[in-house]
């Protein structure tokens, strides 16, 4: 079985599928060999000679696109789906709730199609588990760029002209990538409170170390699959109150806050940021979904009475190096799933996990919620 991976072509993408230790681990399977196109680990800080030593072939974007399984990380365009044929195996992130056409294009090449965030997030599916693997990354990202951003020490600073005192900082939404902006801000020095609608994460927030703000006049909304449910318009308004002045202390917020196939919720009003010192940052790790902060604009950094509200893209990809070398472990689990000891590829769609995150196969799309 030949297994391809082409280089990311997506504005900025840094990560890569693939890193050489787990080329090394796959290819110890004799029927299995890997392509990996020249310079695709370039950004990640893995040059083709890495790929080599690993075992990997170094060749033409093209022959990676011809493999029998194509490894990717960002959702492929349009073209380059084009260069897939029937039968073929897939594994990227497809954002398959929102690309109905990327859904389609897979559909009509007659792709087996799986999608990263498809995977379930069963205690047994955790290992192939790149929402969160990502998400990970993301937080503590997000959490560097704050304290970068901010220009203070996080820790409080001793020093013969002085002492300047910890930063203050509040996480609102601790699911993956919030809980690892609690640990990373904490780590750092800084006074860290944190916020969830669901109540099981403010033993977890406390956990890393950080001080839960215990909003108790909203029941928990822990729904389905340990997600967040919507709240009333009522509560987001009393959230939102609550939110606002509690913003006014801090020097900086980190926002995670999302509910799994709608916008993010709105959690720091205009109003909100115009309360909080000048100086002070807003990271939005939710920009790519509408922002939890009324000002944040997706990419770009809005001041707002001295106040930076930052919304970057894509904020995994700022950590390229270990981002890709948890996607790469990822991949090579699900992998392990779907490809036998004889290199052999074979679909068991009796596993719940294959059933959950297969897009595409046969020429049709067989996730339902895909579909719609
Ligand atoms: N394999 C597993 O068992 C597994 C793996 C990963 C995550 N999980 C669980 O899945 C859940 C979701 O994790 P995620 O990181 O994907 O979350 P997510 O990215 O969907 O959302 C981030 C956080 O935002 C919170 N949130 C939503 N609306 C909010 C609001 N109005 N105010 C404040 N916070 C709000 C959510 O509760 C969540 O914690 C968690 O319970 C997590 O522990 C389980």
């Known amino acids: 079985m030949k297994i391809g ?4 072509s997506v504005d900025g993408e840094r990560r890569v599928a693939l890193v050489p230790d787990v080329v090394k681990s796959l290819v110890k399977n004799e029927h299995v060999e890997v392509l990996v196109e020249t310079g695709a680990g370039d950004a990640a800080g893995h040059p083709d000679s890495q790929y080599e030593e690993a075992g990997a072939e170094v060749v033409a974007g093209e022959v ?3 493999a029998d399984a194509v490894l990717r990380v960002a959702v492929p365009t349009l073209e380059e789906i084009s260069k897939l044929s029937s039968g073929q195996l897939l594994i990227s992130h497809l954002s398959p709730w929102t690309a109905a056409e990327t859904n389609n294009a897979l559909a009509r090449a007659g792709v087996t199609a799986f999608a990263m965030e498809a995977i379930p997030r069963t205690t047994r599916a955790q290992a192939m588990d790149a929402l969160s693997s990502q998400a990970a990354a993301a937080g503590y990202a997000a959490t560097l760029i704050a304290a970068r951003e901010s220009g203070r020490f996080f820790g409080m600073m001793t020093t013969a002209a002085g002492t300047v005192p910890p930063a203050k900082v509040l996480v609102l939404g601790a699911g993956v990538a919030g809980l690892q902006a609690v640990a990373t801000a904490k780590r750092l020095g800084a006074i860290v409170t944190g916020f969830d609608i669901r109540r099981a994460a403010w033993e977890q927030i406390a956990s890393l170390g950080g001080r839960p703000l215990e909003l108790d006049f909203i029941p928990d909304a822990e729904g389905e699959g340990g997600y967040a ?3 009333t318009d009522e509560e987001n308004a009393q959230v ?11 020097d900086i917020i980190v926002t995670t806050a999302a509910i799994p196939g709608r916008p993010a919720p709105l959690l720091i009003t205009a109003d909100a940021v115009r ?14 979904t509408g922002g939890n902060c ?14 930076r509200v930052i919304g970057p893209r894509n904020l995994a990809s700022e950590m390229p190096a270990p981002a890709s070398q948890l996607y790469a472990k990822n991949l090579e689990n699900l992998l392990g ?3 036998d000891e004889q290199g052999t590829l074979s679909v068991d769609f009796e596993d719940d996990i294959l059933a959950a995150a297969c897009i595409t196969e046969g ?3 067989k996730n339902e919620r895909a579909a719609k």
Not at 240 to 250: E, H, T, V
Request: aromatic letters at 2%.
């Open 5 to 8: 991976v082409p280089k990311e």
């Open 64 to 66: 990676t696109w011809g």
């Open 229 to 231: 449910r919507p709240l």
């Open 240 to 250: 939102r109150d609550a939110l606002g002045q509690n913003a006014a202390k801090q």
């Open 275 to 288: 309360g909080m010192s000048p100086g002070s940052v807003i990271v939005d790790l939710a920009a790519e």
């Open 294 to 307: 009324e000002l944040t604009e997706v990419g770009q950094t809005v001041v707002e009475n001295g106040v």
């Open 337 to 339: 799933l779907l490809v």
């Open 363 to 365: 020429g049709a799309i």
